[in-house]
């Protein structure tokens, strides 16, 4: 039997979408189904390009369908939205089979962000037909020296008096860079100074003055260096100008840092089917190896985070759908997702890792690469700790001083997210307020390791309100960092709980799921405590902050019976 909290391939039907989505997402499984376990393994191996993989996109019309926002379509296209809730669980989908087809995906998403959030209509018209085409789109922004460092690019562009420009320069890091339609490139004018320089313009890879370079990472993956040479942009080539281009690179990110959370979730389902199974069929002194406690310890603990991680993307999801210019609480759920989930991945790869050892290096599994791959998605679109940097943006005003909203139902309709697309200027963070956290811990009060970790959460809320960071320690990022991850565990334990009430989760599940939150928020109080710029008052704080979970024997066999229960449950077909 398949546990309805994973992804199964056997018995996925997303029975809840439309039948076109339904259709492509079932078509997608089936083609990786098909292609098999050794050739997907030897793809990546060998590091070959995608082109079966984008044929058969191309083909069913994949990237045109889920990537083409409503009002670019046709009217004969009634199929074609930008519709957050299924690219998610395509994210998955891409995740579970290998990162390198999701990868491309991605910065094809990255790619249409500056087209879809401009005016320019040629320019959409252009986008439109090459998705349909099955052409792959680049993000043309960060660079070798400055990285994604938007305030001192060296990509040039001279006007021609014509309302165009020449542009020269190069880029770095960019993805799909060898293939790319149209690259959304960043770049600005020689002739204005400051960020009313600033321009994004269309590129093509084709183009003689277009210059690939090199693929800067050892991978299927095309993550390219290329440079302008003299490159001709026309004045339908511009996509953004001034404060605008510097707005479209931000809200793009916006969009495009999702997609690593369902991307990880991905990642570790398929490897934990693989551990559990390796695991619970190799003998060790006579015993199956999940005999032992701690080995039952890792994999439990293993399977609640990831649960966790689905539990709090699925929730995400509904805020980004119904973010608007009076609710933009997803500013802060996006980061989340970013920074939260892809580290909760990593810990969940590094227990299974622990438990089976040798086997992960195995060059026949899948789990090699997902212990790799894994790495990379903490690292992209902003690093940790720029997440985390952004989220502390928000602590006071989401545990101090919330606000009135309407309940955020489950939003799986078959609706056009437009507004991704008209986010607006890329400020006034610390203006942006949120519903009571509190609700959703309250609705769970009789399980024990949520009523735990509420003491917890709690105590930080009086932290922010009494021993908050001074300006000293407001310059001290390591500090604020620590306290950033106390912070992310809340917020993470919020969604979880929404989500837990809105599918009628396992309370067993849940709560051990929080007796591993419980446990990761006193490992931060601790290590605030040892912050060289931690006050006393602080100090103290921290060491009362600290909780040992409820233990339940009874819960965990429950929990561990759920584990157990997914050996030999999947394996890809070879």
């Known amino acids: ?59 069913e019309g994949l990237f045109a369908t889920f990537l083409t926002p409503a009002s670019a379509a046709g009217e004969d296209e009634p199929d074609k939205r930008w519709d957050t809730a299924r690219i998610a669980a395509l994210n998955e989908i891409f995740g579970f089979y290998g990162l390198d087809y999701w990868y491309a995906w991605q910065v094809t998403i990255l790619g249409l962000g500056p087209v879809w959030q401009s005016d320019n209509a040629a320019a959409h018209e252009r986008a439109a037909q090459l998705l349909s085409e ?10 070798k020296t400055h990285g994604a460092d938007i305030y001192s690019t060296d990509m040039l562009l001279e006007p021609t008096g014509d309302g165009g420009f020449r542009a020269t320069g190069s880029k770095y890091y ?11 490139v960043f770049g600005r004018r020689t002739d204005v100074e400051g960020p009313d320089g600033y321009v994004f313009f269309a590129a093509d890879s084709r183009h003689p003055a277009y210059r690939l370079v090199k693929n800067v990472v050892d991978s299927s993956k095309y993550v390219s260096e290329f440079r302008l040479e003299d490159y001709p942009v026309s004045a339908e080539d511009v996509l953004h100008t001034g404060r605008a281009a510097f707005d479209a690179a931000l809200n793009t990110v916006n969009v495009g840092k999702f997609n690593l959370c369902t991307a990880s979730i991905g990642i570790c389902e398929h490897a934990m089917y693989e551990a559990v199974t390796h695991a619970h069929n190799r003998i060790l002194y006579g015993r199956p190896v999940t005999a032992f406690p701690h080995v039952r310890r890792e994999l439990a603990d293993a399977y609640v985070r990831l649960v966790g991680m689905k539990l709090f993307s699925d929730r995400a999801v509904d805020y980004f759908r119904s973010a608007g210019p009076d609710d933009r609480r997803y500013l802060l759920f996006n980061p989340m997702t970013k920074m939260k989930v892809t580290t909760e991945g990593e810990k969940v790869i590094d227990l299974m890792w622990d438990v089976i050892a040798a086997k992960g290096f195995e060059k026949d599994n899948y789990f090699a690469q997902a212990a790799v791959e894994i790495r990379g998605l903490p690292k992209l679109e902003g690093t940790v700790h720029v997440n985390l940097a952004l989220i502390l943006k928000f602590m006071r005003n989401h545990l101090l001083a919330p606000a009135a909203y309407e309940p955020v139902p489950t939003r799986l309709d078959a609706a056009d997210d437009d507004f991704l697309f008209r986010q607006g200027p890329a400020r006034g963070l610390g203006s942006v307020r949120f519903h009571d956290w509190r609700p959703a811990y309250d609705a ?17 809320a009086e932290f922010a309100a009494t021993i908050a960071p001074d300006e000293a320690q407001g310059r001290d990022l390591d500090f ?8 992310a565990l809340v917020v993470h334990g919020q969604l979880i709980l929404e989500q837990a009430r809105l599918t009628d989760l396992d309370e067993s599940v849940l709560d051990e799921l929080f007796s591993v ?36 024997e009874a819960r965990a066999a429950r929990v561990w019976a759920r584990v157990e229960a997914l050996s030999g449950s999947y394996e890809m077909a070879q």
């Not at 099955?134 to 660079?143: H, I, M, N, Q, R």
């Not at 960019?174 to 959304?184: D, E, P, Q, R, T």
């Open 1 to 59: 039997m398949s546990d309805p909290l994973l992804f199964h391939p056997h018995t996925y039907d997303p029975a809840h979408f439309d039948p076109e989505t339904r259709r492509l997402l079932r078509a997608t499984v089936d083609w990786f189904e098909a292609r098999g376990k050794r050739r997907i393994i030897e793809d990546y191996r060998t590091r070959a390009w995608l082109a079966d993989f984008l044929a058969f996109s191309a083909k």
């Open 134 to 143: 099955g052409e792959v789109f680049a993000f043309g922004l960060s660079e």
């Open 174 to 184: 960019i993805g799909n860079g060898n293939a790319a339609g149209l690259v959304s």
């Open 444 to 460: 769970y009060a009789a399980v024990p390791n949520v009523a735990r970790f509420r003491e917890q959460a709690d105590a930080l």
């Open 480 to 487: 604020l960092l620590a306290v950033g991850q106390l912070f």
């Open 517 to 552: 939150l419980v446990r990761d928020f006193s490992q931060h109080a601790v290590e605030l405590h040892g912050k060289d710029s931690s006050t006393p008052e602080q100090q103290t704080w921290a060491l009362a902050a600290v909780r040992r979970p409820v233990v339940d």
